[in-house]
């Protein structure tokens, strides 16, 4: 059985920092494309930022220099470390595994930026 666990959100204020980890399990991570999604109440859901099984990484539009991603094939953890943040990043955060024939989501993890 595939299950993508985030965790990692939480509380944060305007300007603060955080990280988010994705831990895999029942897949080989290293197989896989692996990226990071939001999507807010009544919207579609939006890329954040990929990862390549080769490195290779890209970010949604205004989110590249805020935002990394990274991943540990050995620890079969996809990280997305998140700097200063701003109230508008608030919504929910999905981890997702993709390959040529596989994709799988997570459950979310909840991110209020507030003052």
């Known amino acids: 059985q595939v299950q993508l666990v985030e965790s990692g959100g939480g509380l944060v204020q305007p300007g603060g920092s955080l990280r988010l980890s994705c831990a895999a399990s029942g897949i080989i991570l290293s197989m896989y494309a692996m990226g990071w999604y939001r999507q807010a109440p009544g919207t579609q859901r939006e890329l954040v930022a990929v990862?390549?099984?080769?490195?290779?990484?890209n970010y949604g539009d205004s989110l590249k220099g805020r935002f990394t991603i990274s991943r540990d094939n050995a620890k079969n953890t996809v990280y997305l470390q998140m700097n200063s943040l701003k109230p508008e990043d608030t919504t929910v955060y999905y981890c997702?595994?993709?390959?040529?024939?596989?994709?799988?989501w997570g459950q979310g993890t909840r991110l209020p930026v507030s003052a």
């Open positions: 997702n595994a993709k390959s040529s024939f596989r994709s799988y």
């Open positions: 990862i390549t099984s080769g490195g290779s990484t």
